[in-house]
């Protein structure tokens, strides 16, 4: 059994921040930490937090302390959440209640192939996305290189097969090629599916970095997956707008406050003035201009500039009103735009959408534009009964909706 470093409260403290620390060692004497146990150098838990579904966290320890840690909690990105110190506070106060653990290879070799299929339909099941793994071949270190010009070198034929068929140089040729272009095909596959998770980690730190309100990680997220080569809508649409609706979800079960969701509103905002000029660069033909406002009362605007983007992507010109516009001014922008779109986030303003229609309808105006509404609790009933033209649950379903009904 290999000796850990011995470690103390002061290690735990300058791991984590003092707020992560804190509530750390309330989980710690709640007792949170469920199944602690040890894998060699690697500390293993679960860790009660706020979803049904404990979160899984470990830490490596080094020489020096604590080398590595990883939490399933929406902050644990390098482990240094409140359920890692609670961890490492049960480690250090009481590693009496920590199992030994056999380290993977060993527990793997001592299962039975029926146990193995078990076990890897069980981790298919919960992770489907490991089923590409399946259908690459298990490399080693030698297969790893190219083959080698002759066919007994790459396998094809052994050398006692070799003394009753010698191949001719055709045959040679051909099945050389298909040897080589099969070990071609693997490669890609297999460099895919290194690109497809490095690119779901950069999500997940871009994830994080919305969650935790972190501006500068995710400018710097947001700028690091752009170098990579990632379609701007998918950093969009896998890394940004999930990591807000999880702040939507913390706020909701009482996680979170208002300046943890401001913080990570501005933390958006950030990856998205990265995304902008990308994003609206995909189309440049200009199609028309569409005034876009959220309306009074209400200050959420991420949503409304989102659909400003992806219209600006669509060749539209956006006149953009701002938020807690009142209906006056989008009186005023109906002469000069083919399209007007409301945005609403909150239930208690939704009626002043109505107020708007009305306001168009009064002016005499009503029929010279159109009007589109969004927002997450706007519906296509409601829209319908407020008497807009349409209605988008999200800015690409947007683009679609405001083209369609300018003919474009
Ligand atoms: C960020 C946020 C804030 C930020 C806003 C910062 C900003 N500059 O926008 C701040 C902290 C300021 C804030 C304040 C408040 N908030 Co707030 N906020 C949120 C949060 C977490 C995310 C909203 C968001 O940006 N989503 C991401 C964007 C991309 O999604 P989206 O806006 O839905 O937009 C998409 C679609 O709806 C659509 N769309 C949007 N607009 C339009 C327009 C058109 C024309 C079309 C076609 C489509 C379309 O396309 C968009 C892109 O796909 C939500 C929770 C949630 N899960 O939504 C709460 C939430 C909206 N807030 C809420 C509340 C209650 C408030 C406050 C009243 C809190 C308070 N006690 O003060 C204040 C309101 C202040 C005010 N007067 O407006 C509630 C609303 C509840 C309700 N049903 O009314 C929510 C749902 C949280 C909750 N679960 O309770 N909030």
């Given at each position: ?21 804190g ?84 527990a ?45 070198a ?34 890609e ?9 490095m ?34 809508k ?25 300046p ?13 003035t ?22 009074q ?26 938020a ?30 109505e107020?708007?229609?009305?306001m ?16 997450a ?32």
């Open positions: 059994m290999i000796d850990l470093p011995q470690l103390t409260e002061s290690h735990i403290r300058a791991w984590t921040d003092p707020g992560s620390f509530r750390g060692q309330g989980y710690y004497r709640a007792g949170h930490t469920i199944t602690p146990r040890r894998q060699g150098s690697t500390l293993k838990a679960r860790c009660i937090g706020s979803r049904p579904e404990p979160y899984c966290v470990e830490i490596t320890l080094g020489p020096g302390g604590i080398a590595r840690g990883e939490c399933s909690c929406p902050v644990g990105a390098g482990g240094h959440c409140k359920h890692a110190v609670a961890l490492l506070l049960t480690w250090l106060q009481r590693p009496d209640t920590f199992t030994t653990v056999e380290d993977v290879e060993t793997l070799e001592r299962r039975s192939k029926a146990e193995l299929v078990v076990i890897i339909r069980r981790m298919l099941e919960r992770h489907p996305g490991l089923e590409q793994v399946l259908e690459l071949p298990i490399f080693t270190a030698a297969e790893d290189a190219p083959p080698r010009s002759s066919l007994e790459n396998g094809m034929v052994s050398a006692r097969q070799s003394q009753f068929h010698s191949p001719t140089p055709s045959e040679i040729e051909e099945t050389e090629f298909v040897r080589c272009r099969r070990w071609a095909e693997q490669r596959r297999r460099s895919c599916v290194l690109e497809m998770e690119r779901a980690m950069d999500y997940k730190a871009l994830q994080s970095a919305v969650i935790e309100g972190d501006v500068e990680g995710a400018t710097r997220e947001s700028q690091r997956a752009i170098a990579a080569d990632a379609d701007p998918d950093i969009l649409n896998s890394g940004l707008i999930p990591g807000m609706e999880e702040v939507g979800r913390l706020y909701e079960e009482g996680s979170y406050f208002l943890e969701m401001l913080a990570a509103a501005q933390a958006m905002k950030a990856g998205l990265e995304l902008r000029p990308l994003l609206a660069e995909q189309d440049v033909e200009p199609v028309g201009r569409v005034a876009l406002g959220t309306v009362g209400d200050i959420h605007d991420i949503g409304k500039n989102l659909v400003g983007i992806m219209l600006e992507g669509a060749g539209f010109e956006i006149v953009d009103l701002g807690d516009v009142p209906p006056e001014a989008f009186l005023d922008a109906a002469s000069d735009v083919q399209a007007i779109g409301l945005s609403a986030l909150l239930t208690t303003t939704m009626p002043a959408m107020q708007v229609i009305e168009l309808e009064e002016a005499g105006v009503r029929d010279e534009v159109k009007v589109v509404v969004g927002g609790p706007v519906t296509g009933a409601f829209a319908e009964k407020i008497g807009a033209d349409g209605y988008s649950p999200d800015a690409s379903s947007a683009v679609r909706k405001v083209k369609g009904l300018l003919g474009i």
